[in-house]
């Protein structure tokens, strides 16, 4: 009965010795090894050549898709050069913002300035430090938002286009701005070019009644 129990003893212990070693084992099959071992890229690295490796990857997102807790989705895509079909179609689209409140207001302003004033000025004049009354660096006065019929006229949803894709000069701001804070800046926009509207307004009745 002793030596049994010696025995036990003696291969339990071997057990935990082998369990515990650095024994290298080599592993059963791997049923799905693309799932198993991810293949690690960098966000912007050359993946030109994975092709001819035999993979099919690209670091683009699937058309039609939304990522995780992105909302209030454009699904216009940016025309193809010389082509004007969706910056047009955008007029018909409203946006989904039609009021801010004074804390929205305050962190839209501070969105613009960032983002937008440089170029249209604080003012929305078209007079920000980049081109400064022509003694800028930018030689092109860039576009005035309050006080251009071209600009109040332009509908919410081609600003919106012209924000998200870039539009002549303006490069896109896609990156810099989620779908809701485009929307908000738009917004904060329009309600400048009504302001203005309603400053002007009485000023000419005053001048009529003179």
Not at 9 to 18: E, F, G, K, M, N
Not at 133 to 143: E, F, I, N, Q, S
């Amino acid at each position: 009965m002793m030596n049994k129990l010696s025995i036990i003893a003696i291969l339990s212990a071997a057990a935990v010795i082998i369990s515990c070693s650095d024994v290298k084992r080599k592993p059963g099959s791997v049923y799905m090894p693309d799932m198993a071992y991810s293949r690690a890229y960098e966000t912007y690295a050359d993946h030109s050549n994975l092709a001819e490796k035999g993979i099919n990857f690209n670091n683009r997102p699937v058309v039609g898709t939304m990522a995780r807790g992105e909302e209030l989705p454009f699904y216009l895509t940016k025309d193809a050069a010389g082509d004007t079909t969706n910056y047009v179609a955008s007029k018909q689209i409203k946006s989904p913002i039609d009021s801010l409140s004074a804390a929205e207001y305050t962190e839209t302003e501070r969105l613009y300035l960032i983002n937008c004033g440089v170029c249209h000025g604080a003012k929305l004049n078209g007079n920000g430090p980049l081109y400064k009354d022509g003694a800028g660096p930018y030689a092109a006065k860039p576009a005035t938002l309050v006080g251009d019929a071209k600009y109040e006229a332009m509908p919410e949803g081609q600003m919106f286009y012209s924000v998200m894709y870039g539009k002549n000069l303006m490069g896109s701001y896609a990156s810099q701005l989620s779908r809701h804070q485009r929307w908000m800046v738009i917004r904060y926009i329009k309600l400048n070019q009504l302001k203005a509207k309603a400053t002007v307004a009485p000023a000419a009745t005053a001048i009529a009644a003179k």
